[in-house]
């Protein structure tokens, strides 16, 4: 596609239910990040994948929160059981090259997550 | 939490004024991005600033890279509608590498009278 694509747009989920959402990354990019977006707030790094290796993951909130990226291109982030805290909109970015200076990151519309 | 400290959180103004919003950090940062960020969509590029003193425009927009690389700055002339959203400044550390992602400031929102 022409973007990053993400799905869904918006999940609803009871707490303690598991949810995993879907990144799809400008085609031929290398690199793909995660960030959380609270309300009224700035993006906060999650994760950075190269490729299929997750080769940052010190943004993740706790042991529920796991991302993988296993052929190098899709993302998913899971969130095993959500909590009301973890309501946010999840935003993913991609870039052509390896996190280097003078990237330019190109975000998804991200998806809204809120836990009941 | 966010390390940039972002300001006015908000503001409006009206249209055809001029818009001024700053980043301040206590740390130093070897780039600074501004984004703005409309509802409903991820964050875009506006400007990216790589060396300290560093100005740069990019239409009515004008950013500046301080000189101590703990702040930026950036400036809106002649401000139209569509300016409405909220624009996030962005700055990344040294040595860079996978251990540095960017870190937003919080944001500030921009509302104009029509």
């Known amino acids: 596609g022409a973007g990053v694509s993400q799905s869904p747009r918006y999940k609803v989920a009871k707490r303690g239910q598991d949810v995993a959402l879907r990144c799809d990354p400008i085609s031929g990019h290398v690199s793909l990040f995660w960030y959380q977006q609270a309300l009224g707030q700035g993006p906060e790094f999650l994760t950075y994948?190269?490729?299929?290796?997750?080769?940052?993951k010190s943004g993740l909130p706790s042991d529920r929160f796991f991302a993988e990226r296993p052929e190098g291109s899709v993302s998913t982030l899971k969130i095993q059981r959500t909590q009301q805290e973890d309501s946010a909109v999840y935003l993913c970015a991609s870039s052509l090259g390896a996190w280097l200076n003078n990237e330019k990151l190109f975000f998804g519309s991200g998806t809204q997550l809120s836990v009941l | 939490g966010q390390q940039l400290n972002q300001s006015p959180q908000s503001m409006f103004i009206q249209e055809g004024e001029d818009v001024s919003m700053n980043c301040t950090s206590s740390?130093?940062?070897?780039?600074w991005l501004w984004y703005k960020q409309d509802p409903g969509e991820g964050p875009v590029l506006l400007i990216a600033l790589y060396k300290a003193g560093e100005l740069t425009s990019n239409g009515r927009l004008t950013a500046q890279f301080g000189i101590t690389r703990k702040d930026s700055f950036l400036n809106i002339s002649a401000s139209i509608p569509s300016d409405v959203g909220i624009y996030f400044c962005?700055?990344?550390?040294?040595?860079?590498?996978?251990?540095?992602?960017?870190?937003f400031g919080g944001g500030t929102r921009l509302m104009v009278k029509p």
């Open positions: 740390s130093i940062f070897n780039t």
């Open positions: 994948f190269q490729n299929e290796a997750q080769l940052d």
């Open positions: 962005a700055g990344q550390r040294l040595p860079n590498n996978a251990g540095n992602m960017l870190t």
